[in-house]
């Protein structure tokens, strides 16, 4: 016998009340508002394999409402992913496979990690984009190995925040015809009916956005919405936007439709009460065999994968070139003789010693690697010729053709959440640029991008005062110090051509999270350093210049290096030897063994940090003891030399920091 969808939505109702009821902590309202909405895309158009969560054509699903998330863990288990029962019981619990919001690499078949609102759809932007360039790049007539779509859900919150403006405003200009977002329009949020702060015409704002619209679909018809999503299928020049009303709760007989059946449990009266009503007899967590097989995605997934490999098949016997191309991009590896490559690279920047801005570095380095690597896709957010993120070899996406340079407009935010899509999507590694005092702007998604451990490399030029005459609303002072506190986020702060070259290296290199490389808008003196020093830049801090008998370690960052050396040598002048350590990584240099850091920074001498930004960091470092040559105000607009000298950070100034911590 065919299961109802009713039964079908029901069962999502009923796990997902259960669920929170249990762990008495979570959201009901949302998984039983979209229950029906998730049954026609789920049951009726989801291309996926249960059994293999990382088929690589697989359609992606991002639950933008994130807090929904037992909707998500309610169909994952009923379709058959490895994720049990047991696992259900224990939402919310420590360790389980159900956290309070999706994680990725949590539960499988989760794509991305959800919960800061408007995110997930910026994410979802980012992998129909991937999809979409992945495609013109690897499909050959009637070999469409990529060929899949993107579908997400959101609500009224995602709605509001700021970036599904940026992000959709761009997936419309882009023409995304796979992206496929279903709005949960149910008028409540947290704090009650959204009459009261979000009134916007959301099916006009999309249509100005340039998105195929269907309006006023009633969320509760899993046939009116599978007529939509066919719809939304069939437009393949626009990204499509459904607009569901719904009921939030629904089923709940007295929250539905109010915001107490948003965050919290039901209530076991209620939840007994819903049950009646909705004709749900079965003990939480009893799912009926025949709601099992009428969920039940397995088998359908399989063949779909099977075809989908056969495809694949005559694909590598055509082209196994390319094949193997798409395997190693997908896989994320780098190719076999990259580090060859940029061992040279490093080794001529050793060999050359140009003096010149970090960033100019970067675009240098951008030149040579560009053309190696395909798996490159740059951008920043409207400020190419600062950033220097373009190279000879990059090309501009546009709405008909791929490339590997995406022109982001004036979106910060939007930018480096798409880029976690890219990242989450597979394929790619991105990178983006904006100025670093910018950096704050996209901060939470450079915070979800290391939570997520995904590769994704931050461009951040203009890096502090030296920028000069912008003045204080563009001189990053906190920026630096503020992105090392990011768990799992690597900072690079080169002082030259051979440190901007492994900070390079070790971003493209590391495959569990992202990196921030700062660089300079002004130019900065090269730093001449041993062989021994040159393959010790990799470890994030080393020693530049020592002196026999020093008395005291100056350690420095990016541009103040040349400073540390001229103070060097003054103090060298006055016999008061120093040494100078530098370290573009800090957190790269955290991460080295004991004996390795205790040799470049001995115990037992007094210590000196130089950086032009706030001192509070480098105290782990210097100690109560030590000295910290910074900057823990804003600054101010006029020429970079001007201001280096008004904010003390002279040779003198050093010179004299270095001599009141010296015995
Ligand atoms: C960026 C961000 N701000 C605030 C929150 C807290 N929050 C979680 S759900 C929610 C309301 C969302 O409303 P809606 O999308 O309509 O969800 P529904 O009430 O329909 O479940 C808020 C403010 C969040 N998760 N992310």
Redesign the pocket.
Known sequence: MKTSSTELANAIRALSMDAVQAANSG?P??PM?MAEIAVALWNRHLRHNPDHPGWADRDRFVLS?G??SMLLYSLLHLTGYALPLEELRRFRQLHSMTPGHPEVGVTPGVETTT????QGIANAVGMALAERLLAAEFNRPDLAIVDHHTYVFL????LM?GISHEACSLAGTLNLGKLIALY?D?G???DGK?AGWFTDDTPKRFEAYGWHVIPAVDGHDVDAVDRAIQAAKAATDRPSLICCKTV?GKGSPNKAGS?DA??AALGEKEVAATRAAIGWNHPPFEIPKNVYDGWDARAAGKRAERKWSKLFAQYTSQYSADAAEFRRRLAGDLPADFEQRVGRLIADAHAKAETLATRKASQNILETLLPELPELLGGSADLTGSNLTMAKASRVITREAGGNYLFYGVREFAMCALMNGVALHGGFIPYGGTFLVFSDYARNALRMAALMGKRVIYVFTHDSIGLGEDGPTHQPVEHAASLRLIPNMDVWRPCDTVEAAVAWTCALERRDGPSALLFSRQNVAFALRSEEALTQVRRGGYVLSDAPWAKAVLIATGSEVPLALAAQKRLAEADVPVRVVSMPSTTVFDRQDAAYRDGVLPANLPRVAVEAGVTDFWRKYVGLQGAVVGIDRFGESAPAGDLFKHFGFTAEHVEKAVRSVVP
Not at 115 to 118: A, M, N, S
Not at 155 to 158: A, T, V, Y
């Open positions: 959201h309202g949302m508002g409402n807090h929904g919960g800061p609102l408007g609500g009224d919150g995602c925040e949960d149910n409540i949020s947290i959204v939030i915001h948003h965050g």
